[in-house]
């Protein structure tokens, strides 16, 4: 009896502390997690990266299209190229909406255990005055016709 107490109670502290949870970081976090080597995932349209810029470094991989679609399996595995599932990464967009379901579904769905959502997105990264870099050779590797 209080074997099978111990192991359910060691079985309920694994399963809480394995689970990951989405930390909402604001624009000083991610430059500091940015400078510590954190990758960082800009899920907006190519579009909205031409338009606006993007975070100097960051990984351009849309999740939702400019038809409003998601495609969960070929957009996580262009992410596990830049981060595998026991690394942290950091999501952004342009306000910090889509990045929430983007960020839910990695940490809760894909198993990824440090996920960081950056509250106000680009808007408040650029609204502190924080540089922007042109993404004119970030979307050189990316094909024509395809999702980057």
Do not use: H
């Not at 808007?123 to 050189?140: D, F, I, K, T, Y």
Request: overall charge positive.
């Amino acid at each position: 009896m209080v074997r099978s107490v111990f192991s359910f109670c060691l079985a309920s502290f694994l399963a809480f502390t394995v689970r990951a949870e989405v930390v909402d970081i604001d624009t000083g976090e991610l430059a500091r997690l940015r400078a510590a080597g954190v990758p960082v995932i800009d899920i907006r349209t190519a579009g909205e990266w031409r338009d606006s810029g993007i975070v100097e470094g960051s990984k351009l991989i849309t999740y939702v299209d400019d038809r409003g679609r998601i495609d969960q399996p070929a957009w996580l595995a262009k992410v596990q190229e830049v981060a595998k599932r026991n690394q942290p990464v950091i999501v952004i967009c342009r306000s910090g909406n889509r990045t929430k379901a983007a960020s839910q579904f990695l940490s809760e769905q894909a198993g990824y255990q440090s996920v960081y959502n950056v509250k106000g997105g680009l808007s408040a990264w650029v609204n502190e005055g924080r540089p922007v870099a042109p993404v004119v050779s970030a979307l050189v590797n990316c094909p024509a016709n395809t999702r980057c």
